[in-house]
T-cell receptor, first 114, second 113 residues
């Protein structure tokens, strides 16, 4: 079946460190891929997305590239800040008739030390 | 633009009691979703509405969970009777036509004792 597997957390980094959160997916078709972020006490927010192979999504210094050959969508940021501390969810959609049903990974908690 | 509103934000009940959650989506968003997010897991879709009709409720435990969206705007999710394993955050999301981007509310955190 369709699924998303992401790096287990928690991930703890120092401010200005380089971040990678791994995400791989299994899908029968050609899904759209997303990263959502959940800040403490807030709802899920879309961070970035990519809708086809080799697309790069980017926002707030974060980037992820849709790699069809490795079925991956790893999240990266060159220099993290304390304000990036949150839970990050990799997700996919677009595989059902309504095209909007989302399948989420289990989330990766990121903590940034000052 | 106002976001997705949910209430209450927190609820504590004892097992076998009933509980209801309310969601008001972004104005004009025809599609509404309810998700269950158990601690340490990603959100799991419970039910999807298109206007006031159900599109997908395949993961809704229908023996105890029910949801309605009578006028195609706000929605209510009910659990009756609650079990310990229902302790989770219940998220509501909405989407405008033709878009893949879901907008989430802050969630209702339920604790069943």
């Amino acid at each position: 079946g369709n699924s998303v597997t992401q790096m287990e957390g928690p991930v703890t980094l120092s401010e200005e460190a380089f971040l990678t959160i791994n995400c791989t997916y299994t899908a029968t078709g050609y899904p759209s891929l997303f990263w959502y972020v959940q800040y403490p006490g807030e709802g899920l927010q879309l961070l970035l997305k990519a809708t086809k192979a080799d697309d790069k999504g980017s926002n707030k210094g974060f980037e992820a590239t849709y790699r069809k050959e490795t079925t991956s969508f790893h999240l990266e940021k060159g220099s993290v800040q304390v304000s990036d501390s949150a839970v990050y969810f990799c997700a996919l959609s677009g595989l059902d008739s309504s095209a909007s049903k989302i399948i989420f990974g289990s989330g990766t908690r990121l903590s940034i030390r000052p | 633009e106002a976001g997705v509103a949910q209430s209450p934000r927190y609820k504590i009940i004892e097992k076998r009691q009933s509980v209801a959650f309310w969601c008001n989506p972004i104005s004009g968003h025809a599609t509404l979703y309810w998700y269950q997010q158990i601690l340490g897991q990603g959100p799991k879709l419970l039910i999807q509405f298109q206007n006031n009709g159900v599109v997908d409720d395949s993961q809704l435990p229908k023996d105890r969970f029910s949801a309605e969206r009578l006028k195609g705007v706000d929605s209510t999710l009910k659990i009756q009777p609650a079990k310990l394993e229902d302790s989770a955050v219940y998220l509501c999301a909405s989407i405008s036509g033709g878009s893949e981007t879901q907008y989430f509310g802050p969630g209702t955190r339920l604790l069943v004792l």
